[in-house]
């Protein structure tokens, strides 16, 4: 064997004391992770810690390891998710080139196939609107739309309790925001007035329904404080609301009687329309601004063209859904006399109903009572809403009967 020389040894306790060396630097590195252990246990002790549940969701039913649920946490608002008879038809009138499930790319490379112009089109008719544009998630919607129209000499005017999408869009934006009071439009009005001149764009944005309080905006006065000033813009998501409200199911703005004057009037398919996907209707220049600038958009491979086929089949029996609507709006106002009845105070107008318990600890105590009772009902707690408003977001479809809403509001 041959024998190991001076330098040889000297480089290998060199390479050793570098080994060393790097594993103790790998080793100070991952020291941070114990932050966030320290976080998640600051979640749990708090009771805001949460974890992905193993469901197996089954129509206004939801199996779990507790039985077999009534679900009223779902977003499927007109109960379409489960609809089997429509999925056979829907897969029996497929053409050969819309049974694709990928579109391989971005919608401004070779994602844009037909079918996504045939629903802009369609939603832009059914609005009565120069035109709409879809994107690939309610969420991709709103971080895209403010940051690609606002710079630093814009300002956004949004309510307190706007979705946390939207306040990710106003982040990502460069625009300064100043966040009125919850539903306070008189502040609105003083804000306004007070920077008009200061700014050469002001967006005033709102949701329709309020996702977690279920309240309503009037949007026939947003409509007019915009008109009031030339520079001011409205943008109103209505992801609570398409499908489930409006003779049409075209949301609060065809229900309130001015879906002619909203800028920017935003909606998902994800939710009461069990697709997926979102959509602004606007005017055709703001439909070209944001083609060309919207992030989202441009770097976001395009939704599969049958999941835009599904889409379409589904617009085009929007209108035909309104007994759903009719029975939907029905269950909701006696589930809500119900709550007022037994001493809960509650803001809703809608199918979202908020059952205020206020400390996290009780909330999920009280949901877990609910789930022994056979109803699969969540807990809502910080940072979704604010600190001291925990609550159980009862969230009612058009699947369930009059015998379910009895029950519910005997466990209740």
């Keep these: 064997m041959k024998p190991i020389t001076d330098k040889e040894k000297q480089r290998s306790v060199c390479e050793h004391e570098t080994d060393a060396q790097g594993v103790r630097k790998f080793q100070t590195e991952l020291q941070p992770a114990s932050d966030y252990e320290k976080e998640l246990q600051r979640l749990a002790d708090s009771g805001n810690l949460r974890d992905l549940p193993h469901l197996h969701p089954d129509g206004c039913r939801m199996h779990t390891s507790e039985g077999c649920l009534l679900n009223l946490s779902s977003n499927d608002y007109l109960g379409l998710g489960n609809r089997t008879d429509w999925h056979t038809e829907f897969l029996q009138s497929l053409k050969p080139e819309e049974c694709l499930f990928s579109s391989t790319s971005s919608r401004l490379l070779t994602g844009n196939y037909p079918i996504y112009d045939e629903v802009e089109q369609l939603l832009a008719n059914l609005y009565e609107r120069e035109a709409a544009l879809f994107f690939s998630s309610g969420y991709h919607m709103n971080t895209g739309i403010l940051p690609a129209l606002t710079d630093s000499r814009s300002l956004i005017l949004a309510d307190k309790l706007v979705h946390a999408s939207i306040i990710d869009g106003i982040r990502l934006s460069s625009a300064r925001c100043i966040r009125y009071r919850h539903q306070d439009y008189r502040q609105l009005e003083q804000l306004l007035e007070k920077h008009q001149h200061d700014y050469d764009r002001i967006f005033i ?208």
């Design 205 to 412: 944005v709102t949701e329709s329904i309020f996702s977690m309080d279920g309240d309503i905006a009037p949007l026939p006065l947003l409509v007019d404080l915009k008109k009031r000033y030339p520079n001011v813009l409205l943008y109103v998501d209505e992801a609570h609301a398409v499908g489930a409200r409006g003779t049409r199911g075209l949301g609060i703005a065809e229900e309130q009687g001015c879906l002619a004057d909203i800028d920017l009037l935003c909606g998902t398919m994800g939710k009461a329309l069990a697709s997926m996907g979102a959509f602004v209707v606007c005017s055709h220049t703001l439909r070209r601004y944001l083609i060309n600038k919207m992030r989202t958009l441009i770097f976001t491979t395009a939704l599969p063209p049958i999941q835009m086929a599904w889409t379409r089949f589904v617009l085009l029996r929007l209108a035909e859904l309104d007994d759903r609507r009719r029975h939907l709006l029905r269950m909701s106002r006696t589930v809500q006399q119900a709550l007022t009845a037994r001493g809960y105070t509650s803001p809703s107008e809608s199918h979202i109903l908020p059952v205020i318990i206020g400390d996290s600890h009780e909330a999920i105590l009280k949901a877990e009572d609910m789930r022994r009772k056979g109803f699969y009902v969540l807990p809502v707690r910080p940072p979704t809403v604010p600190e001291g408003t925990s609550r159980l977001r009862l969230s009612l479809t058009a699947s369930l009967t009059e015998a379910d809403v009895e029950r519910l509001i005997q466990a209740l």
